[in-house]
């Protein structure tokens, strides 16, 4: 047993998720969250809504409200998304509270103490039209390290290096296309280079990443430089010094720091303050970082660098902030893109789904299926409503609920309960041992993050009892005298269903908690979040979290079926998609 920290990616709150946005961060990390829970480690999952920057302000703009009302709407929209997917966060807040201001003013203060922050005079960019300033993201050129023509200002997306917009060759406003005007403003950078030595040698420690991940952190760590914490802004995290009241940090900075303030949060909210240290702070504690491809600098090199230097721990030394010292990441595990039909999703161009979308005409566990067995895991991949009616019909509910349904059936229609077994045979005993043998091989798979070999193998698994089922053709055993061996068969199947069921828990929780009670039993098997509203723990205004009581539920582990138990005929579990839904879906997209 160990403490494990599930610190999920940031959604940020200028506008609804899509499906490629939850496929990448939100199922992968509860999937993970869950079977480790279940295999009996003590699990802190925590995120939140991103809610400061530029876009906000835009967004904000765009709708004639304050960003304020802008991220009350959206973050409350991104809770309800998240929850209609059944991921069990233990706490998901938001960046705008004053818990999570206070503790990002700690951090800075620390890393300013240890010398880590330095004040420079820069060029900052402006609208010259608006007077307004103009962030790196909205500002885009040609790269003058690879020369691709669509860099950020803050990074280019192609080589992967982290620019300054004023080396940009040509940069244009991705506002309004006028050419930027650079005037001079003081800002606090964060001095990345004082932490190369340290971060290459912590990455040297590093096993078990996803290899492109660790070669693209460990190639960006020689030409790390300081990188500005603050702007020109007056939506985000207040600068706790003197004179620097009409900046404020820079997004990004705040936003990493809120794994640490949600656990926080959570252990405030639990009744024990202290409780986080257990994740962050203890021997066995390890953390687990969850994100797309584009967000790893942040979570391989700039997170670890800001912990280093709160722990006094880059090449200037220091001594450890007022909260102690704290834990590096153990692994961080990014997954690539998904596309859909073939092309980048777009809010602007409408090649999108919205989660909520998708949740108002399929269930939440169809979704799922999809992206544990077809999602961008370790390559990019592309979603197609094609592909997603094939694999809901023919795999879901044609492999799996169909072998739960046809099994029920038969064992209430001929039993009314779970029939007692007689000898087993060696067909009998072959089945349950390839089941039982699922709970290492499918565990050990989750456990060092290959869902898609994982789900698989269950799958795999499910296809052996669909097999078995179809050689034993229960459904043909009618005389008196062999009533015994039906017994046998349908209990036996009913047993590989059970513990199908369980190890399909962590992919489908909504189904295993169905499954579960159309097979007699009670309570919860797979735990669900729930949303409470809740106050600001230090009197800003209350919002929704995402919480639940996760210490209930299945085990990971066989559990015997009691012989007795009464069945009833069940209803399906899965719901069979009519092929038309491909067509309609793709109109939908073509707008
Ligand atoms: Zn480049």
Redesign the pocket.
């Known amino acids: 047993m160990s403490h494990v920290l599930a610190a999920v990616a940031w959604p940020y709150a200028n506008g609804p998720r899509h499906i490629g946005h939850v496929s990448g961060f939100g199922v992968p990390s509860d999937v993970f969250s869950r079977y480790m829970r279940m295999a009996g480690h003590d699990v802190l999952m925590v995120s939140g809504t991103d809610e400061h920057g530029t876009p906000i302000q835009v967004q904000a703009d765009a709708e004639g409200i304050t960003p304020r009302e802008a991220v009350d709407k959206y973050n409350r929209m991104i809770v309800e998304d998240l929850h209609g997917l059944g991921l069990a966060y233990d706490l998901f807040t938001r960046t705008t509270t004053r818990n999570h201001y206070a503790v990002v003013q700690e951090l800075f203060t620390a890393l300013f103490d240890n010398g880590y922050v330095i004040a420079k005079t820069t060029q900052a960019a402006i609208s010259p039209s608006t007077g307004r300033g103009l962030p790196d993201r909205y500002i885009e050129g040609t790269?003058p390290?690879?020369?691709?023509t669509s860099?950020r200002g803050d990074q280019?997306d192609?080589?992967?290096?982290q620019?300054d917009p004023i080396d940009l060759i040509n940069p244009k406003s991705k506002i309004n296309g006028e050419t930027p005007e650079f005037v001079d403003s003081e800002h606090y950078f964060l001095d990345l280079s004082a932490f190369a030595e340290a971060l290459g040698a912590w990455l040297d420690t590093r096993e078990g990443w996803r290899p492109n991940v660790l070669r693209f952190s460990k190639n960006l760590v020689a030409d790390l430089r300081p990188r500005a914490i603050t702007r020109d802004l007056d939506w985000g995290v207040p600068i706790p010094k003197e004179g620097w009241d009409t900046k404020r940090f820079y997004v990004w900075f705040d936003a990493v720091i809120g794994y640490l303030s949600a656990s926080i949060e959570w252990a405030r909210r639990s009744g024990d303050p202290e409780a986080w240290r257990r994740w962050w702070q203890s021997e066995d504690g390890r953390s687990y970082y969850f994100m797309g491809k584009d967000n790893i600098v942040f979570h391989s090199l700039i997170w670890p660098a800001i912990l280093l230097g709160y722990d006094g721990k880059g090449d200037k030394g220091g001594k450890p902030g007022e909260l102690g010292e704290l834990g590096l990441p153990t692994e961080v595990v990014s997954s690539e893109y998904l596309t859909m039909e073939g092309r980048k999703f777009s809010s602007s161009r409408r090649v999108v789904i919205y989660v909520r979308d998708f949740l108002a005409r399929y269930d939440a566990d169809a979704l799922r299926y999809y992206i544990a067995v077809a999602g961008p895991e370790t390559t990019d991949t592309d979603f197609t409503w094609a592909e997603f009616l094939r694999r809901n019909n023919d795999e879901l509910v044609a492999g799996w609920g169909n072998l739960v349904n046809r099994t029920i059936s038969m064992a209430a229609k001929n039993f009314g309960a779970v029939p007692m077994a007689g000898d087993l045979t060696a067909e009998d005993t072959a089945l349950l041992e390839t089941v039982r043998g699922g709970f290492t091989t499918v565990g050990n798979l989750l456990e060092n993050h290959k869902q898609k070999a994982a789900i698989n193998e269950a799958m795999r698994i499910v296809g052996e009892a669909n097999k078995y089922l179809s050689d034993q053709s229960p459904w043909k055993i009618k005389a008196e005298e062999d009533r015994p061996r039906l017994a046998t068969i349908l209990h036996t199947a009913l047993q590989a269903i059970t513990d199908c069921n369980t190890l399909l828990t962590p992919f489908l929780p909504h189904a295993a908690q169905k499954i579960h009670t159309l097979l007699g039993g009670e309570g919860v098997h797979a735990p669900m979040p729930e949303i409470v509203e809740v106050s600001d723990l230090d009197g800003g205004p209350g919002y929704p979290v995402l919480t639940g009581d996760y210490t209930v539920g299945a085990k990971w582990e066989p559990r015997e079926l009691r012989a007795g138990t009464p069945l009833s005929a069940p209803t399906p579990v899965f719901k069979k998609l009519d092929p038309s839904i491909v067509d309609e879906e793709l109109a939908r997209l073509e707008g």
């Open positions: 790269c390290i690879c020369g691709y860099a280019c192609n080589c992967g290096n620019l």
